[in-house]
């Protein structure tokens, strides 16, 4: 069975500055990472994916794929106080199964 | 543009009573259909999925069941609640051109369960 773990659990960083998360799961075979914003009362909505080793930058989002040391990180350049919200990584392996991690707290302090 | 409605917003329900939660999806034929359940502070579950009517697939076992009585219908229930059934039900919808990991999930916004 696939396990997400995720880092910190909560993190505050300043308007302006780069905020980094990290995401390790277990199964190298995964098919794809997925990085979800999850605001106080509401379902997640997905921010970024990415399917093969290496990098991937949407706008202010970075996400980092290392395979072989299970590791994936999100970097959201210029942090605002509306990315104050829980991020969530969630592994697809094959089919229909998508494990999400624990998350992690984002403030951003004004 | 296609749009999730969940119902009810929230429900406070005693233990051993039944439960029905439902969602509605609109603008999108054939979508694949899942339900989640997030525990207060606790990880997001996938409970079931559904990829046509009438088939449904469990993914854990929580003493619940879940039915796709129409193409844009999910219905999650139980005849028995338990105290650990408290939580946040979520249903989504991904497009259905292949599974759940290689594609958007859009989720509704979500059912608040409280039992008693």
């Known amino acids: 069975q696939e396990k997400v773990q995720q880092s910190p659990e909560s993190l505050i960083v300043p308007e302006g500055a780069m905020s980094s998360l990290n995401c390790t799961f277990s199964n190298s075979a995964s098919q794809s990472i997925w990085w979800y914003q999850q605001h106080p009362g509401k379902g997640p909505e997905a921010l970024i994916s990415i399917f093969s080793n290496g990098n991937k930058k949407e706008g202010r989002l970075t996400v980092y794929l290392n395979r072989a040391s299970l590791h994936v990180s999100l970097h959201i350049r210029d942090s605002q106080p509306s990315d104050s919200a829980v991020y969530l990584c969630a592994v697809g392996n094959m089919g229909y199964k998508l494990t999400f991690g624990t998350g992690t707290s984002l403030l951003v302090d004004p | 543009a296609q749009t999730i409605h969940q119902w009810p917003v929230a429900e406070i329900k005693a233990v051993g009573s039944p439960l029905s939660l439902g969602c509605t999806i609109k603008?999108?034929?054939?979508?694949?259909l899942y339900w989640y359940w997030q525990a207060t502070g606790g990880t997001l579950q996938q409970l079931f999925y559904?990829?046509?009517?009438?088939?449904v697939e469990s993914v854990v076992q929580l003493n619940l069941s879940a039915s796709r009585p129409k193409d844009d219908q999910f219905i999650l229930s139980t005849e028995k609640l338990l105290l650990s059934h408290s939580g946040f039900y979520l249903c989504a919808w991904s497009l259905g051109l292949g599974g759940s990991s290689a594609e958007t999930l859009y989720f509704g916004s979500g059912t608040r369960l409280t039992v008693l």
């Open positions: 559904s990829i046509t009517v009438g088939q």
């Open positions: 603008g999108k034929s054939s979508p694949n």
